[in-house]
């Protein structure tokens, strides 16, 4: 007699949830919610993965239980089975718990809640500044390296080292830095390394208004988060800003801010700070995170 075996049955659908649930974010363009955008081949395979295991788990679906029971000695009744229900109840807890918020919930972006659990943004002290910043990168220009072949991704962050030789020769030139999403770190990181060698320099950058205790009323951070390969170590990044009416505008609110850069001294530390002259109030961006830069391998 045939008969299915619901514990493996149940396996084969939390098998095929995980494979519609990777489909879905690939679909709807959220799985740049969740990772760096250079990882999308890898969530592809997981898709293939997922596939391939659920079709080997519906063989495991039906069997013949002509012979279930001749393993168990006489008034066995299976009792054993019962004492693993508690612990079998909590796995599949485990596993169906991400499923369950994943396809009820909608992804939301990281916002200024986040970024105060993420410690503080600007220096607290020139020790304390030092010690979590000084030897950090946050470009990964050498160390991520792809195909000549490979599509681009979200925000084109992909360079070759002659596109990103240019885009390094017009941070020192060009009369208006813009910060666009694509060279956004780069640019961040090696203006905040050299604050004096852009005093002057007229710049242009967009993102979410992010205020620390402390702050005067006329002062802001314009922040982005940095992705560099999931939200888990989402970081957050920004420029401190000045301008009159600083104080009007709410934690999370986007803007476009126009001005020229600065050098100044917060809590001891000199750091970089925009005076804005022309803000604009502006809609979340359909990509609001920014990602280290990719080298492009040309063969």
Request: glycine content about 4%; overall charge negative; charged content about 20%.
């Amino acid at each position: 007699m045939v008969h299915i075996h619901f514990q493996q049955f149940l396996k084969a659908v939390i098998l095929a949830a995980f494979t519609l649930f990777f489909i879905k974010l690939h679909a709807s363009g959220d799985i740049s919610m969740y990772i760096n955008p250079k990882y999308d081949l890898m969530s592809i395979i997981a898709i293939w993965i997922f596939s391939f295991l659920f079709f080997i788990q519906l063989t495991r679906i039906w069997d013949n239980n002509r012979d279930q029971h001749t393993h168990c000695p006489p008034g066995c009744n299976h009792v054993h089975d019962s004492a693993s229900l508690p612990r079998r109840f909590v796995n599949y807890a485990i596993i169906l718990f991400p499923l369950v918020t994943g396809f009820a919930l909608s992804p939301t972006v990281l916002d200024s809640s986040i970024a105060v659990n993420k410690g503080t943004l600007l220096p607290q002290s020139e020790d304390s500044y030092r010690n979590s910043n000084g030897d950090q990168s946050i470009t990964e220009s050498e160390s991520n390296v792809i195909q000549d072949d490979q599509e681009g991704l979200t925000n084109n962050n992909i360079f070759s080292e002659e596109e990103y030789d240019e885009k390094m020769k017009m941070l020192e030139k060009s009369d208006l830095i813009e910060l666009e999403e694509d060279i956004f770190a780069v640019y961040y990181e090696t203006i905040q390394n050299n604050p004096k060698d852009f005093q002057g320099r007229k710049i242009k950058v967009s993102g979410f208004v992010y205020k620390e205790e402390g702050m005067g009323e006329n002062q802001l951070v314009i922040s982005r988060f940095l992705i560099t390969h999931c939200i888990a170590d989402a970081s957050i990044i920004g420029l401190l800003t000045e301008f009159d009416k600083a104080n009007n505008f709410k934690q999370d609110t986007w803007l476009e801010i126009e001005g020229t850069l600065d050098v100044t001294t917060y809590n001891g530390v000199e750091l970089p700070v925009l005076k804005a002259t022309k803000t604009t109030k502006i809609e979340e961006p359909a990509e609001p995170y920014v990602f280290p830069i990719l080298t492009k391998v040309t063969q």
